[in-house]
Every structure is written in structure tokens, then in C-alpha cells.
């Protein structure tokens, strides 16, 4: 069947079909990643966007449900060169079309999708229309008339009937390989015991984010984005905080949020998160955001560490960063992105606070970055003492 992608600008591409059909819309992107497509069509941040994949095959390990961030797929539509017709992974249940199609994910393949990336990069995102039903004429005009991203608050849109909250319980355990001449034939690391109690604010958390503080020795309880100070404490007895990373534009997340954010500073609550935490964070502390050109999207993102001098490769999904010139003084830039010298750590002088712009944990992606909940477990670590 055939299917069309229509621009904002009136630049169309033509395919074929994948997954469900109708019309969809969304904020067009580029993403370079070659694995992960499952896990990035599953992250709560990439609800509203349209991810167009710039490696030429996808599917082609098939899908594994234990492999989702969350419990459905978030993005508007997918587009890609080629969808595999044969997948081979010996954990996969299903292959990438039926998938699609039972969650009713719109998709077109067979386009040109390094011309549109290309396109994108010069021009910037803009809103685009996939359909299997419309004209060009009427997919342009149903583009143009599409909600932009900037200015939406995305994050009500995600949480509050998705998330059962409460202790989370998914499967944490860290997958290895069995080590027969120690007599050790099992297939995932025994977790630590929990020292920690830690409340998540849910604006779109992903599952192997939980799973990687769970390997450091924290329970994570995830809340509503709405929950105050109190219900950390008194609620849920917690003794630190995370943000997680969710879609839209922070500007635009409610008020109360942002309130509650600075009332934990006061208080000496320790702060960490990722993502629209990040960015959350800082607007609590004062500082402004702004919409980037073509967003981060990938698992290939270089990050320079200002402390260390090292450069971590990092998974992102972003499209707002902080702008440093607003930032207070107590609030110190301690990574940037190599790419563009935008934001991507944020760690305060003299309290345990302490947000990245990245997705931290390796899943999909590079392992270098994972070390930050080991940075983590070691502040709170220090505050205990």
C-alpha cells in the first residue's frame, strides 16, 4: 500500500506502507542509531516526535517485549529505507511489521531516509504528516496544521493513566555470560542489597533507568509528576529524588511541578535525573530553556566531561537544552555536548544535586555512560555518612 511522509514546507516523500495505516502526525527527526529501534519507539520521550532512522535496515533482529521502556510504543509514526522481511535473534518473539501493527504504529519505508535527515539538518525539525489515506495536497495541509512541539506540554499526556505507581518491581538483574570452570552457570548478576529509597518523578521514565538504579542498591518508587514535597518524605519515606527524562518542551510542564522541584533544592533533598529532569531542574533553579535546531537523537552523541577530560559516548533523545548564560551561579556545567557545546551535565557547588541531558543507561546504546548511577550510589553514599 502506498504511503506518504509530507513536510510542513511541502517536500513529500513517497513509499510503502508498514505496520498500521491512517494518518498520524508528529515533529519530524533524525536518529542515527543502528540497534534500539524497539527501545526508542517505546520511550515516553519520544511521544509526539516522528523518528526517521538513518541506517538502511531496521527489523532485522525482530522485537522482544522484554526490550521496551515502556509498555507501548510512544512515537507517532516510524520511517525508514527498509524494513527487514526476515529477522533473526534468538530472543526475538515477534518480527518489527506485526509488532507495529498490533500496537497500531503508522509507518512508511522505502524513502530516502538520509535525504530527509539532510533536509532536516539544514532546515531544522518541522511537523510532518505520515498517511496511507490523504493526497499530498491534503497531507501538506494536515502537516501545517499539526501542534508544535514547542510550547506543548506532552507530559500529561503520558503518565498519570499509564504508570502504576509505587515500588517499582521489574527485572533488574544484569545479563552474563555462565562461567562453567567456576561452576557458575547462571545468567544474570545477583542485585545489591537496597540502601537507598528513592522517589521518581514519572514525566516519562524509562524502564532501564529504574532497572539501573536498582543495580546500585536503590529502590525506586515512582510517583506522579504532580506530588509535592511531602509526598517524598511523609508519603513514601524516600531519602533522595530523581527526575526522570519525558516529551515536550519543560516550558510548558505545570507550574507546580517546577515549584516542587525548587521547594526539594531548599531542603537539602538530594536531586538527580536525566533528560526533561535536566532540564526541569534548572528552570526550578531559574535558568531558561530553548528548542534546538535538529534535537539529539542517537546513540552516538560524544560528551566531554569538564572534570575528568574524558569524553563519554552517550545515548540521547532530546530536543530542548538549558541555555548556561541563565544558569545561577551555584549551578555548575560539568559535561558538554561535543557536537554543538550545548548543556549536558548540570551538578551543583556545594549540595547533592547532580542531572544529566542524556540517557544514562546503556540500553540501547554505549555502557560508558552508565557510570553516572554509580556517581549517584556514591553521593547518597556520602550523605548517609
Request: contains cysteine.
Amino acid at each position: 500500500m502506498k504511503a506518504i511522509l509530507a513536510l510542513e514546507d511541502g517536500t513529500i516523500f513517497e513509499g510503502s506502507s508498514i505496520g498500521a495505516t491512517g494518518t498520524v502526525t508528529g515533529e519530524v527527526c533524525f536518529n542515527t542509531a543502528v540497534s534500539g529501534y524497539q527501545e526508542l519507539l517505546t520511550d515516553p520521550a519520544t511521544h509526539g516526535l516522528i523518528p526517521v532512522m538513518t541506517y538502511p535496515l531496521i527489523g532485522n533482529y525482530g522485537v522482544c517485549e522484554m526490550d521496551n521502556e515502556s509498555k507501548r510504543p510512544h512515537a507517532s509514526a516510524l520511517v525508514v529505507t527498509e524494513l527487514a522481511r526476515l529477522h533473526s535473534n534468538w530472543n526475538s518473539q515477534e518480527d518489527m511489521g506485526s509488532w507495529m501493527t498490533r500496537h497500531g504504529l503508522v509507518g512508511i519505508a522505502g524513502v530516502d531516509c538520509r535525504a530527509i535527515a539532510t533536509h532536516i539538518r539544514d532546515n531544522g525539525t518541522m511537523r510532518g504528516c505520515v498517511t496511507t489515506e490523504l493526497n499530498e495536497e491534503d497531507a501538506v495541509a494536515t502537516a501545517k496544521a499539526a501542534p508544535t512541539l514547542e510550547g506543548a506540554n506532552l507530559v500529561h499526556e503520558i503518565t498519570d493513566s499509564e504508570t502504576c505507581y509505587g515500588p517499582w518491581a521489574g527485572e533488574s538483574r544484569e545479563w552474563k555470560l555462565p562461567n562453567k570452570t567456576a561452576g557458575d552457570m547462571t545468567n544474570y548478576k545477583e542485585l545489591p542489597p537496597v540502601t537507598h529509597r528513592m522517589a521518581v518523578f514519572d514525566f516519562g521514565v524509562r524502564y532501564s533507568t529504574l532497572a539501573a538504579l536498582r543495580r546500585q542498591g536503590i529502590e525506586c518508587v515512582v510517583i506522579s509528576p504532580y506530588s509535592c514535597a511531602d509526598d517524598v518524605y511523609a508519603g513514601n519515606k524516600c531519602d533522595s529524588v530523581f527526575l526522570s527524562d519525558g516529551p515536550g518542551d519543560p516550558a510548558a510542564v505545570n507550574e507546580s511541578c517546577v515549584k516542587t522541584i525548587a521547594n526539594l533544592v531548599e531542603r537539602g533533598c538530594p536531586v538527580f535525573g536525566n533528560g526533561m529532569g535536566n532540564l526541569l531542574l534548572a528552570r526550578a533553579m531559574g535558568a531558561s530553556t530553548r528548542k534546538l535546531k535538529f534535537g539529539h537523537h542517537g546513540v552516538n552523541q560524544p560528551v566531554k566531561d569538564e572534570r575528568a577530560g574524558h569524553v563519554l559516548i552517550t545515548s540521547q533523545n532530546d530536543n530542548f537544552t538549558v541555555i548556561p548564560e541563565t544558569l545561577p551561579a551555584e549551578l555548575e556545567v560539568v559535561q558538554i555536548n561535543m557536537n554543538d557545546n550545548t548543556v549536558a551535565a548540570l551538578k551543583h557547588k556545594s549540595k547533592p544535586i547532580f542531572t544529566v541531558q542524556y540517557i544514562p543507561s546503556e540500553i540501547p546504546g554505549p555502557k560508558g555512560a552508565d557510570s553516572y548511577f554509580a556517581e549517584i550510589a556514591k553521593m547518597l553514599k556520602a550523605v548517609k555518612a
